[in-house]
């Protein structure tokens, strides 16, 4: 999580500067590296003499509703990263830390400590400082207007992205048995099923508007030429799946919450990345906005760790008695 995806942030946003201009391309390229975690599972299944998860209907519709909303979730971010900078829509997507919470003291009754309302409270703020900033934060090009829209789909996708999180620790939770010596192949089998119903759901897009088609004549236009343009597409798709798939891996080992603890974390590095890759605008609220965030993660693990050694002082007190 921490390297896959910082490299897909930059690689979206790449395919933009150098002269992409398809969403629905990009969007179906965030669920198009399937094939990559389905060879794996063929393989885990002799090597580790475990059979195929038999499947049921309502597992099937929980594939699909994950596969639905991580569609979407690409969708979103697709569109975003066209309008808006990199770093600007990394440190926008640090708020699924939030969503992730709120979500899982929805669904899952995961109980909300002062220090996650004050991490939720602190990242919302980092994300109010961003939008004062726009004036100064526009790509070229980029009206007012664009930026709104990217600036709210940003949001809403992260949104998206904690409640994705959440939905599949439900699934491992409620309908499959969550032991960690299965966890290799129930982890890779959610990733590639919803992948698979993500990359279905996004293809009728991608037909309708001709994306497809335009794919030569785009590569050709592309500013480093066709290889690099198909470099930049294929490197997208993989390290977007291996990203999901370890932040799958965690919440499965974990909890949702831990993994959007993790994917909060990568902010900083994937916003000095996009300062250093773009000559993105490194101003004051964006500098303010990503000590907050660190700030916010910061207090989200503190609250963690005190929550924990309360728990192992009681049980301790317990088991003295």
């Not at 049921?56 to 994950?66: D, N």
């Not at 979730?73 to 990199?86: K, T």
């Not at 499965?252 to 909060?264: D, E, I, K, Q």
Request: a neutral charge.
């Amino acid at each position: 999580m921490l390297v896959a995806f910082p490299v897909s942030s930059i690689l979206f946003r790449l395919y933009y500067v150098n002269g992409g201009s398809h969403r629905w391309l990009l969007t179906w390229v965030g669920s198009a590296g399937w094939p990559l975690p389905a060879i794996i599972l063929l393989l885990v299944y002799p090597v580790r003499g475990i059979a195929p998860t038999r499947p049921t209907w309502t597992l099937l519709l929980a594939y699909a509703v994950i596969g639905f909303l991580s569609a979407a979730d690409n969708f979103m971010f697709a569109w975003s990263y066209a309008y808006l900078p990199a770093s600007t829509s990394t440190l926008l997507a640090s708020s699924s830390l939030a969503f992730t919470a709120i979500f899982a003291w929805l669904l899952v009754h995961k109980k909300l400590n002062a220090s996650s309302v004050n991490s939720i409270a602190i990242m919302t703020a980092g994300a109010v400082i961003l939008g004062l900033d726009s004036s100064s934060d526009r790509p070229p090009g980029t009206t007012s207007r664009q930026y709104l829209i990217g600036f709210v789909l940003d949001v809403a996708g992260s949104a998206l992205h904690g409640l994705i999180f959440v939905l599949s620790e439900l699934v491992f939770v409620k309908l499959l048995d969550r032991k960690v010596g299965s966890a290799v192949h129930l982890v890779l089998e959610l990733q590639v099923v919803t992948s698979i119903f993500a990359c279905l759901f996004t293809v009728v897009g991608v037909i309708a508007s001709g994306d497809f088609g335009d794919m030569g004549g785009e590569s050709q236009a592309f500013k480093h030429g066709p290889v690099a343009y198909y470099m930049v597409l294929v490197w997208a798709s993989v390290s977007n799946q291996l990203g999901v798939l370890a932040g799958v891996a965690v919440l499965y080992l974990t909890s949702a919450l831990f993994a959007g603890v993790l994917n909060a974390a990568r902010v900083p590095l994937t916003a000095v990345a996009a300062v250093l890759s773009f000559g993105d605008n490194m101003s004051g609220f964006k500098v303010m906005s990503i000590l907050l965030t660190i700030w916010s993660f910061g207090s989200y693990v503190y609250g963690g760790f005190v929550e924990e050694a309360a728990q192992q002082h009681k049980q301790n007190e317990n088991d003295s008695l």
